[in-house]
């Protein structure tokens, strides 16, 4: 057998992840009751050794572990700090198996931006994860480029729905409760698992794509999102082939601040939701972080650009596919406000407290378009598709985009690049 190497990141957020292993799949088992918050499961991991190990950790926040497996056999652990401490000995390179028995009532994890992760609705439960919250609610090797497939069972009251990762496989009713198995056979990191649970209804807007929402919003939400599959279609066209099975939209009858990425889904509030489109650049938003970001992943956080750059860029280009302002409108507006914010920061290495700063969201945009007007739009997207085809559930980098492009073009690219990723002075549009 031969073992990758794994990759050291830059470290945004140190004490999350191990790097002496990969997973391969999740398995998750829940049993969950949602008035009183009470969730049990067991995890199976499969995952693989890249050295010889005397102990190995996961990431799982406030939850008491029952007991754990390795290889079938009972192991010595400690659970403190957000990490759970495994004691195998002497584990050699190569596959093995951790089954973690655990129990509690899941909450968010503290970050700069708020709780992260499992958190109740006002009758339901939403999972937000992104960048460090997946540890709210399994066990799990968390970091971005540690990508794995999923079987996710979830047993709760049989009055809610629950929606999470890939295509649901079964649903089986006894009593009063009903068990939804869902399997995710695309590789996907653990900030983007994903459970919805809720009192909703279902429809279908076309051949792969649900809608799933509260009743009595059925005519705003339909309306809302009715033009998804033309939006689908221009992005298959500009991006490539779309990476999933199929693709749920959920509304959840609470306030969101702003909607909620996961793979092969995307969560919205009810305030997303105005029966006038209002916000339909949050539905084009969204959906193309099923490319950007779903199926390409950022290898280390601090090229978050590569995910909120690309969807925030989709926007533009929706807008002028669907009769509104063109790309160039766009960056001219955006490059006139953000010339008159700080310039202090690095496209390409944000810092983690930035990660989410609109201006990383803007800027990333203003660089593609930047590169867009360089190149010419016939081979601006053929690299965007190339770029997709290539790393298709895959993990990428900045640098693995830069060199693509620049081997795409005769035109010189490293003046542009430097200036627009790595600078902090705001580049002139080309």
Not at 72 to 85: C, D, I, S, Y
Not at 145 to 165: F, M
Not at 299 to 305: G, L, P, S
């Amino acid at each position: 057998m031969v073992l990758s190497t794994p990759f050291t990141p830059k470290l945004y957020f140190p004490t999350h992840g191990d790097d002496s292993y990969r997973v391969e799949h999740y398995d998750l088992t829940l049993d969950y009751r949602v008035g009183p918050n009470r969730l049990g499961g067991v995890a199976r991991i499969s995952a693989v050794a890249l050295r010889q190990l005397t102990r190995l950790s996961l990431d799982l926040g406030a939850l008491r572990v029952n007991g754990v497996l390795v290889d079938g056999a009972r192991v010595r652990f400690t659970h403190r700090g957000g990490k759970l401490h495994l004691s195998p000995v002497g584990l050699r390179p190569g596959p093995f198996t951790v089954e973690v028995h655990y129990a509690g009532s899941p909450q968010p994890v503290t970050s700069h931006w708020g709780g992260l992760g499992w958190e109740q609705l006002t009758d339901g439960v939403i999972v937000a994860s992104q960048p460090i919250g997946a540890p709210s609610w399994f066990p799990c090797n968390d970091r971005p480029d540690d990508k794995a497939t999923y079987r996710i069972s979830v047993t709760t009251a049989s009055a809610y729905q629950v929606i999470a990762n890939g295509e649901l496989v079964a649903r089986r009713r006894a009593a009063s409760t009903t068990t939804w198995v869902y399997e995710q056979i695309e590789p996907m990191a653990s900030y983007l698992a994903s459970v919805q649970i809720g009192r909703y209804q279902r429809a279908e807007l076309g051949p792969g794509m649900e809608l799933v929402f509260p009743a009595g919003h059925a005519s705003r939400v339909r309306h809302d999102f009715e033009r998804q599959g033309r939006m689908m279609e221009v992005f298959r066209e500009r991006f490539g082939p779309y990476p999933f099975g199929s693709y749920t939209v959920v509304v959840v009858n609470d306030e969101l601040e702003i909607p909620v990425e996961a793979q092969g889904m995307s969560i919205f509030g009810v305030n997303h939701v105005d029966g006038r489109r209002g916000e339909e650049r949050l539905v084009a938003h969204e959906l193309a972080h099923q490319w950007f970001g779903n199926s390409l992943t950022v290898t280390d956080w601090r090229d978050i650009w590569l995910h909120e750059g690309f969807a925030s860029y989709a926007e533009w280009i929706w807008s002028e596919n669907s009769g509104g302002l063109s790309s160039d409108d766009h960056a001219r507006h955006w490059h006139r406000l953000l010339s008159d914010l700080p310039q202090d920061f690095v496209l390409a290495d944000p810092g983690p407290r930035r990660l989410f700063d609109d201006r990383v969201y803007r800027r990333g945009a203003l660089t593609l378009h930047a590169l867009r007007r360089t190149i010419g739009d016939d081979p601006f997207f053929a690299l965007l598709r190339e770029w997709t085809a290539g790393h298709r559930h895959g993990s990428v980098t900045t640098e693995a985009f830069t060199a693509l492009a620049t081997r795409r073009t005769v035109r010189p690219l490293d003046r542009l690049f430097a200036g627009w990723l790595h600078d902090r002075r705001l580049p002139s549009l080309p």
